[in-house]
């Protein structure tokens, strides 16, 4: 099992940060274009560094965590986590966002968030 680590982890991270797709009817996957241009052109250039990386020896990847197949030398998990991370960053920013422009947050939190915000709180002082 210890072979699925790695796999696992990604699952992880897309099975917490799926649900907000949803509960916030986030448009992100309506505009695949947009997706794939804020996704691939930096997974290209970290997945090239990775490949020269480990190609020279500087990185390496335990295979009692990772499964067997490779693309370049790389795990599939690892070019997978190319993918899923900048994702659950994406899927995360415009969930904060909905919450935000929305007004969904508490009351109570409201002065912080304003502040976060540098808005003028609701009592009129900024």
Do not use: K, N
């Amino acid at each position: 099992m210890r072979h699925l680590a790695y796999a696992a982890m990604l699952v992880a991270v897309l099975v917490c940060v799926l649900p907000l797709v949803r509960a916030y009817r986030l448009r992100l996957f309506t505009r695949p274009r947009r997706l794939a241009l804020s996704i691939l052109p930096v997974a290209v250039v970290f997945v090239a560094w990775d490949v020269v990386a480990t190609h020279a020896g500087h990185w390496a990847f335990d295979a009692a965590q990772v499964l067997a197949p490779r693309v370049a030398g790389l795990p599939l998990e690892e070019l997978g986590f190319f993918l899923v991370v900048p994702l659950a960053g994406l899927i995360t920013y415009e969930a904060v966002g909905t919450v935000l422009r929305d007004g969904l947050v508490p009351r109570r939190w409201a002065p912080a968030v304003d502040r976060l915000l540098r808005r003028p709180t609701r009592g009129g002082r900024s």
